[in-house]
């Protein structure tokens, strides 16, 4: 049965080529595996051609003409050589590529090297049907063009440079590039698949002559990615050598190419590879198949990146080689980390199918199928490069696999999962059905990933479906358990500046009302200790419930926070009257309740509505002396507002209790003295709220 590599690959045309225009680049691919005979058969020279004939035709615009096996023989290599003396010009630029057996004959008479010849398809024992390369030699410097070059992947080619014809055209330069020196047998295969795609093994030679076409031999002296001879020649030569030892070849006994230009050339241009299409930079190419890891995954953040200048084919590029470096199992865990998460931030639609696949594999490290999931939801928001049709297409596929993931026995995974759904609004439908379906654990998930939903966007009634009862009191509770784990620290900060401020100003305020009226009252200690704690846990409450009330509510807005306040403000007027109602001082619990409660409200209320003290971008570090200085400036109005509401909330309501008494006259200096004691309080809670909220908003703004 036919090799299907040796079928007909040719790109522009076979046998005689046709009569090109002036400046074309004409290339001549030649590939022999099957010899008569006692010569053996070759395993990757057909392969060899084809693939470097569709890189030249499409990747450099060359007409191509490619013989195969017994299409190659040498009637038919001379007869396209005679055809392009008669038909090309001297701008034009002319390559020939032979793959197949290379032979030596014994120098003639007066010659001191070896007489090297190609064995064309219909080559057998006999050297009267072999192919002398001084003859192809000879033959190329008969052609008007300019710029030649030779590249010879068989056994014993380095005699190309040896015993060369003279003659050609004024400024001619012919450049070779063969596959070892003259006495050096070569390896037929050995190369795998070049680096950026390709479907058949390959020799050493050819593979590093692949890559060094698809951009790795570019040394980035040109700016338009055009690779030279030079260039081309120079990798050939460094990459054989070490890529033949790992074949197993000895030191000292390596393959080893020979290049440059044939003596007698002249000094004309150098021949170019000029790409028709565009391609990844050459210094990108090489840290993304670079052995060291910190190179990939610098290479793998760039290929993330989206420049105005790219191009469909370029993005695709990216996209593809992204996928690669996922899906390798053998690749560095950061590296595949870090090409979901650019998978993400490129936004192209094909990049989903990895991402989609790497979530599914459940032997996956929990790391990457996090990434992976923080990068689907990524990239359904951001789908570029797509119609309209497409696009809504890869959100639905995402949206599915990020559910299916709320099912993944990795907590981190899930996480990931739900907050990667936040940004999708038009998820919420999905996560209904879901719902429905879900048993009680996965119910769980499902709404806490509609929380997520609706955390990201109060503003938007998609992620707000309607639930019943239960399920939504659960999506409440997951919703305030997010907001309020997000503002922990902050939270934890004031609740405990506010609680301890609370303490100490419910103590001097009682301290100055005691003191008014029985300096040496032997109660007075006790009253005092009997205010600290239910002062401290009051204002405690009084820090918290305003974020809490904040928290459970869709918009987060000033009258969550001011209910709240009011809430923890009733909970601080409780704790102003029980101590002096258990020591029986006054007449009844609600001659001591009705201060305390009314002092709270307000109290929260006010609080409530003081804005962050945050400051501008200055350059104090929090709690320094200008640090105090510039946050006391901007908020000392709000301050003073707070201690105000402190002094009457306090004080109105003792004047109904002088009137129950009878003798308002007299109690005049009381009421003044409770009116104190709530400014002192109320100031003391202001400033515990203000520097607390500017220290949190400080931190965060260093954080960032």
Partial sequence: MA?????????VHTGRPAEPGPGQRLALVIGVNRYPP???????????????????????GFQVTTL??????AGEVRGVLDAWQRTTQPTDNVLIFFAGHGANLDPAAGDSAPIGCLLPGDANSEPATWLREAEIIE??????????FLIFDACYAGTTFENVPGGGPLGQVVMALVAGTAGQPVLDGGGGQPVLGGAAEHSIFTRALLDGLDGFADSGQRPDDMITADELIAYVKAETPWRSRARGCERGEEQTPVGGPLRGSGRGGDFEFRPIRPRLPAPLLRDIYSPNVENRIAAAAKL??????????VLDKKQSELARLLANEREALAVRVRAAES??????????????ATLRAATTAGALRSAAATALGRLAQTVQDAGPAAAAACRREAIAALIATLRDADPAVMEAAKLALAGLPDAAGNLLHALDADGPRGRGQTLDALACLADAHPHDDRAWPRLTAADEARRRYHLARRRLARQGQAMRRQAIAVGLSGALGLALAYLSLIAGIRPLNPYGPAVLSYNLLPGALAGISLGFMPRLAAAVTRYQGRLATAAGGVLGGVLLGLGLALPNWFLGIGRSFLIWATPGIAAGACLGLALAFVPAAGLP????????????????????MP??????VGALSFALPRIPDALAWGALQARWAEVVRWGFGGLIFGGWLAAAWVLSDAASAAEGRETS
């Fill in 3 to 11: 090799d299907p590599l040796t079928r007909d690959t040719r790109r």
């Fill in 38 to 60: 006692p010569l053996s058969t070759l395993s990757h020279a057909v392969s060899d051609a084809a693939t470097v004939a569709q890189r030249l035709a499409d990747d450099f």
């Fill in 68 to 73: 195969l096996n017994e299409q190659a023989t």
């Fill in 139 to 148: 033959r190329v410097k008969r052609l008007p063009p300019r710029r030649v």
């Fill in 304 to 313: 993330g990146v989206r420049a105005p200048a790219d191009s469909p084919e």
């Fill in 343 to 356: 998978l993400g931030a490129l936004g192209h639609p094909t990049g989903a199918g990895g991402l989609i």
């Fill in 617 to 636: 971008a200055g350059r104090d570090a929090p709690w320094s002396a200008p640090w105090l200085a510039e946050v006391l400036q901007r908020r000392l």
């Fill in 639 to 644: 301050m003073l507002m707070v201690a105000a």
